[in-house]
Every structure is written in structure tokens, then in C-alpha cells.
């Protein structure tokens, strides 16, 4: 076993050695584009004052699946952090800082069910309490933890049970980016860890490399230094969320960024129209900055926290299921087992 994870560890080096030589390459083609909204492909990091309120929302969710039904439990919860251009100056929390979390219930959804309730029961929670934080806060940046708009893998089939939670989860991002648009307040998504080949698919004509835009741009980009730009779709009227968003799907934009070199890119969404885009990438490039080997905004960190589900909160809901449920509720098989 040891020979085969020494061999799998080579064959990862040696593809990444590659890749490194690959984005040296194209550092040094610097290509250009119609789909790139900026003047070059690779621009410095114009790091901006962080002044005024900057609120993150983000949610936490817990799932247990039973026989022919499955229960949820998630919170999702804002911090708001008020700077003063040297540093933290007051916090605030909504709905408060340790929240209460909610509950849902669904019977009769089969395998594909199971993930699109999962995602579309945290989006609904977290894009409410962002609206509400925006009414109530009215931040000058609004972050969400992940995409700014619903994955494809978010969106049930037409014909499922849960289509209609989907249309009045999208109903809820329209209201949220028509407030923000109209009341000046810049919302963008932070995506840690993204999966994303945009960038990968721009570059299509320049390179062979087949793989996430932030493995590859962890090469090419060095600290300080972001990415221009982009749609986040070529076409935003044939993507099967943004088509459903309507002109807030035309103006969803990407970029990606290295605020320090230790670390790799952060993948950043945001609505266009608000800010200009120097300033809002300047901005989450600052807020970055808190550790030299980890890059995301503190503001962001500190709502993930709050966020996360302790599991005794989830045995506690099924044993109270159980209680009021009775001999009805069947647990699954796989979690019934007389012998282990």
C-alpha cells in the first residue's frame, strides 16, 4: 500500500510540475481576449481601505437521513464588523450571535432529492438572513461564504417536489440583489475552495491543461496579483441558474485573487454596478491579509464560526422526532445494525 500512495504521490508531483511550466508559459504569452473585462489577463492587487460596515453571512446545516423521511437542522447567521480605516471599531450579529437553528422535514424524496434539499434548505436560510441584514445593517460589502448566485447542482428538476422551494429560493436572491443594487450595498460571494474552470475555459485557445481555475492559477498568480475580470458564464441566458435569475444573472462577475503568497487564489463573485472592480477585489484583498499562509476575510472567518452546528444539536432534534414520532419513524437499516 505504502509503494502504490509513494507512486500516486509522484505521478501528483510530476503533473504538477507541469502545470507549473504550463503558467509560466502563459504568464509570459499574457493573452488577451474578448471575454476579458480589464486590460491584461494578470494585474496587481490594489489593496483599498477597509472604512466603514462589512457584514458575511453564512450558514451551517446538519442532515439525518430515515426511512422514507429526512430531517434537517441549520442556522445561518451575519456578522457584521464596523472599521474605521485603521482597524475594528464595533460588531454586531443577526439574528444574534450564538442563533437558534431551524428545522425541516421532508417524506418521500429519492436519492437526487436528498442533495438538492440539503442545498436549497442552507441557500433559503442564508439568503434571508442576508436580506435582512441588508435592510437592517445596510453595510457598504456584503459577503456570502461560497458562490453568490446557486450552484447548477443546486437547481431540482422541473418535475420534482422541490421545484417550488428552488423558484421562491431564486425569488429571494432577486430581492436580495435589487436591494443591494438599490440601496449601495456591494454583495459579493468569497469561494474557498473552488471547483471552477472559467478562467481554464478563457485560456482554451492558449493552453491544454484541464483542470480547476485556483489549481492552476496558484501557479501562474504570485502574491499580490489577482486575475482580470470575467463573465461568469460566456452565456448567461442558456445557464441553467443564471437563466433563471434574469438580468442579476447578466451581471454576475468573477476574478480571482492572491492576497498573500503563501496561500492559494480566492475565487470572488460579485454583482456588477455598485462598486468599480478594482475596489471591491481591493477591498476582500485587504480583509485577506490576516495571515500570511491563510487567505480569507476575518469578517467571513468569524461568521463560519458562529455558523457551525454542534451534532448534539442534531441527536437532540431526533430524539425529540422519535419521541412524538413513535414506532412510525423507522431508522435505516445501515444505522440499525445489531452488529458492527
Partial sequence: ???????????????????????????????????????????????????????????????????????LIGKAVSSTFSYNGEGLESYSYHPSAFPRPAYDVKTGLDEREVNWHRSIFRLNMEIQNALETARKEKPAYLFLDGSVVPLACDR???DSVLFEDYLLLIKRYKELFKF???????????????????VME??????????????????????????????????????????????????IRIS???????????????????????????????????????????????ADLRAAMDPLELERAKRSLSFFAGPELLQLRRNSRPFR
Avoid at 25 to 50: D, S, W
Avoid at 190 to 197: L, M
Avoid at 205 to 217: M, N, P
Wanted: glycine share 12%; hydrophobic share 35%; aromatic share 6%.
Fill in 1 to 71: 500500500m505504502l509503494e502504490e500512495l509513494r507512486k500516486a504521490a509522484d505521478c501528483i508531483a510530476k503533473i504538477e510540475g507541469r502545470r507549473k511550466g504550463e503558467a509560466a508559459r502563459i504568464r509570459g504569452l499574457a493573452p488577451k481576449t474578448q471575454e476579458m473585462l480589464e486590460g491584461g489577463f494578470v494585474l496587481p492587487l490594489e489593496y483599498g481601505e477597509v472604512r466603514g460596515k462589512i457584514s458575511a453571512v453564512d450558514g451551517g446545516i446538519l442532515n439525518y437521513e430515515m426511512h422514507g423521511a429526512d430531517l
Fill in 156 to 158: 431540482p428538476a422541473d
Fill in 180 to 198: 443591494c443594487s438599490e440601496s449601495g450595498v456591494c454583495i459579493a460571494g468569497v469561494v474557498k475552495d473552488s471547483r471552477g474552470k472559467r
Fill in 256 to 302: 480571482y485573487l492572491k492576497p498573500v503568497a503563501g496561500d492559494r487564489p480566492l475565487r470572488v463573485e460579485f454583482l456588477e454596478g455598485v462598486r468599480k472592480y478594482g475596489e471591491i477585489i481591493g477591498v476582500i484583498a485587504s480583509l485577506s491579509r490576516i495571515n500570511r499562509n491563510y487567505a480569507y476575510p476575518a469578517v467571513l472567518i468569524d
Fill in 202 to 251: 478563457v485560456l482554451a485557445k492558449h493552453t491544454g491543461e484541464r483542470c480547476a481555475d485556483s489549481v492552476f492559477l496558484n501557479h501562474l498568480l504570485k502574491g499580490g496579483e489577482r486575475t482580470c475580470v470575467l463573465h461568469y458564464s460566456s452565456n448567461p441566458k442558456q445557464h441553467s441558474v443564471l437563466k433563471d435569475l434574469g438580468e442579476w444573472g447578466e451581471r
